[in-house]
């Protein structure tokens, strides 16, 4: 079967990586991928929201499955301009329809979702610059730490968690006003959960689904949980406070619901749900949702997976994951994100590469890159992600840790806490 993976950074990478694994892989593509695709798929030179060249380049090159992986051309309405045209409502896709996509295109409508299906979160109030005096009011009323959250996409950076009630009242001034864009033209002030955070992962194919394995990520920049936060700087799976039991809670009271709540809402959603997880005195509680892998943590979590990826993709497509089964290793797998100097503030691109030809064991999966004239260079804030899987989770950060030591540009930084807290977890 010859498939195209939509999207660039890490998390398309490692889908190609696996999925490529499989022996009904025919023919790759990524659109339009990164210099790390390049050695595993053809990378096509369009983007994710180019919907003609990409369904041109599936009628071309006899794709039978697209995997959409980021967020923002779920949102748009991929699936819905497939099925509309005659030409492609046979091809097989994995995402969301957008009326399903809009549980990650904005946090007013999630949050609205999870509190008709019962599904356990924090309470919350949406405040546009109409009512603001009214959300200035609730932020005296809540205790701090202030969450404030833009309704719509920012990239993995709109959220604000501030300690002080001034900055939480000049914060929700500045977004208001435009701090993201569109996407803070409605901010949810949501009640802060006290716990761990981990995340979850499904795939669905509306009715029935299979639980991937859990990981925890990294969002802010420095060690210790400081500075602003990022796209993610590193993961960690399994995560060894998830046990069965608080498992079988998060199938119980989040999964289930969710998934029915899906169909009760008459939105026909196949493909992935990433449930953000706090998980607080061994109940969880949902922070987000988004609709697609998580990125960094689809580096940490599909190399643990030993079935067969595109088979569940295809099945998941086709309606059939009933008779689908997941398996993955018992291993740890640890991921590192290796950052431009600067991000996630301001940084520069087309610094060279070098030290790839130093891997000898683990993988390092490409994100912010892209080959000129022969030499990999920076294309992005969050460059690369070195992944181990070994028998411990120490094991595998010494492995991460090692293969970025043989890796280097100009102003690389990386985080060199990622899965620390998790120590006091294991026995």
């Known amino acids: 079967m010859n498939v195209l993976v939509i999207g660039s950074g890490g998390r398309e ?28 798929a053809v990378n096509l030179p369009f983007g994710v929201n180019d919907f003609e060249q990409i369904a041109s380049a599936v009628l071309e090159h006899n794709i039978e499955l697209v995997v959409v992986g980021p967020e923002e051309p779920l949102v748009k309405g991929i699936r819905d301009y497939f099925t509309s045209r005659e030409d492609l409502k046979d091809i097989l896709l994995v995402g969301p329809e957008e009326k399903g996509a809009r549980l990650e295109g904005s946090k007013d409508y999630s949050k609205d979702f999870m509190q008709r299906h019962g599904v356990p979160t924090a309470g919350a109030k949406t405040i ?28 993995g950076k709109g959220v604000i968690i501030t300690e002080d009630i001034k900055e939480a009242e000049d914060t929700l ?3 208001l006003a435009g701090k993201f864009g569109d996407a803070s033209s409605k901010v949810l002030i949501e009640e802060y959960l006290h716990g761990i955070e981990l995340s979850v992962f499904v795939l669905t194919d509306g009715k029935d689904y299979l639980i991937l394995p ?4 990294y969002k802010r ?15 960690v799976s399994p995560v060894p406070f998830a046990d069965e039991a608080f498992m079988k809670r998060v199938e119980e009271k989040v999964i289930k619901p969710t998934v029915a709540g899906l169909a009760k809402d008459n939105i026909d959603y196949v493909g992935f749900i990433f449930i953000g997880l706090m998980n607080k005195d061994g109940e969880p509680n949902v922070i987000e949702y988004n609709v697609r892998m998580g990125d960094p943590e689809t580096q940490a979590v599909l190399p643990r997976i030993k079935s067969d990826l595109l088979q569940h993709l295809i099945a998941a497509a086709k309606k059939e994951l009933k008779n689908e089964t997941i398996e993955f ?8 994100v290796a950052v431009a100097g600067g991000y996630p503030g301001s940084y520069e691109k087309g610094t060279p590469i070098s030290g790839f030809d130093q891997i000898k064991e683990g993988i390092v999966f490409h994100a912010g890159t892209k080959e000129n ?18 028998g411990s ?17 100009d102003g690389m930084n990386y985080r060199k806490d990622i899965g620390q807290d998790l120590l006091p977890y294991i026995s």
């Open 221 to 235: 920049i420095g060690d210790g949980d400081t500075g602003p936060n990022t796209g993610g700087m590193g993961a």
């Open 173 to 175: 001034d500045e977004m």
């Open 128 to 155: 546009t610059k109409e009512n603001i005096k009214e959300g200035k009011a609730f932020l005296q009323e809540v205790e701090a730490p202030y969450v404030l959250k833009a309704d719509g996409l920012a990239a």
């Open 329 to 336: 290793s018992n291993e740890t797998a640890t991921t590192v």
């Open 214 to 217: 859990e990981a925890k990520d």
């Open 373 to 390: 004239d022969g030499q990999v260079v920076t294309n992005g804030g969050r460059v690369i992600a070195a992944t181990t899987l070994a």
């Open 13 to 40: 990478h490692t889908l190609i990586w696996k999925i490529k694994q499989s022996p009904l892989c025919g023919d790759i593509y990524a659109a339009p991928g990164n210099a790390g695709t390049k050695d595993l």
């Open 393 to 409: 989770i120490q094991e595998a950060l010494k492995g991460s840790y090692a293969n970025l030591e043989k890796i280097d540009w």
